[in-house]
Structures are given as structure tokens and as C-alpha cells.
């Protein structure tokens, strides 16, 4: 399964305990082939260093820096040839699109609305976290 997930997952999957961390731990165990692109790893990294984030990111010990390492060492990078412009209520979700389309990726793991209302792109499945999880158990069971 190869996946793209969005800013906000990938920040919940690194700072909390819940379903976006759970999608991590399956990237880690090599369950799941994250792919991203250099732009979502850029606005990772600007939305990380605002200060609502800050607390957390020093009760767990650890620095931004840190963090995007940790998304780098596990991500599959791919340079995005051209921008996507399908929503139009939020350019930069495009991105996600972008990054999905050009890396072969079959799914956007999100839960950003704009994205989720979309529902598919191409042949890319849209989900949200917990749908994701319920697709990725049930694909684990076959053949079993």
C-alpha cells in the first residue's frame, strides 16, 4: 500500500498517540510506503515551528529538526513535475495530489475536508485516518 499523507496527520501521527501514529507505525514496520514531496515536507516543518506546537514538541524532548528527520528517514521523496489544480477552496491541498499522482501512490490519508469531500482523484482513494486503518486490516486478511 502506498500512501500520502497530509500535513495534519503526519503532525498528529508524530506528537500523539492515536490513529495518525498508528499509520506510522506501519510506514516503520514497512506495512505501508509513505510517499511525500519536498513541498510537504517544507510546509510540515512551517506548521510544526508555530507556537501552538511548541509545548508539545519540548514535553516529548525532542526538536523540529528531529521530527522531519524522522518522516525523512521512512518517506519515499518524489519530486512533484507539475502542480495540480482541482481544489480551489485551498490551493496548497493540491499539493497532496500532486505528490499522489506523481509518486503512483494509491491513497491521500487526511482530514482535511477539501480533500476528503473529493473522495478520489484519478484512481487515488481519499481517507480519512480510520478509514485508511479499516482498508489496510482488511487488505492484511487476504490470502490469510
Request: aromatic share 6%; hydrophobic share 45%.
Amino acid at each position: 500500500m502506498k500512501a500520502v499523507l497530509d500535513t495534519n496527520v503526519l503532525i498528529s501521527g508524530l506528537l500523539w498517540e492515536g490513529l495518525p501514529n498508528e499509520i506510522l507505525a506501519l510506514v516503520k514496520q514497512g506495512k505501508i510506503a509513505l510517499h511525500s514531496s519536498p513541498e510537504i515536507i517544507d510546509e510540515l516543518e512551517a506548521v510544526l515551528k508555530r507556537s501552538k506546537f511548541s509545548g508539545r514538541i519540548a514535553e516529548l524532548e525532542v526538536s523540529i529538526d528531529e521530527l522531519i528527520a524522522s518522516i525523512l528517514t521512512i518517506a519515499e521523496i518524489y519530486s512533484v513535475e507539475s502542480t495540480i489544480e482541482v481544489i480551489k477552496e485551498d490551493p496548497d491541498d493540491n499539493m497532496f495530489l500532486a505528490c499522489a499522482f506523481y509518486s503512483g501512490a494509491e491513497y491521500i490519508i487526511s482530514g482535511d475536508k477539501h480533500l476528503l469531500n473529493l473522495g478520489s482523484y484519478k484512481r487515488i482513494e481519499i481517507l480519512s485516518p480510520r478509514e485508511f486503518l479499516k482498508k489496510a486490516a482488511s487488505e492484511g486478511n487476504k490470502g490469510r
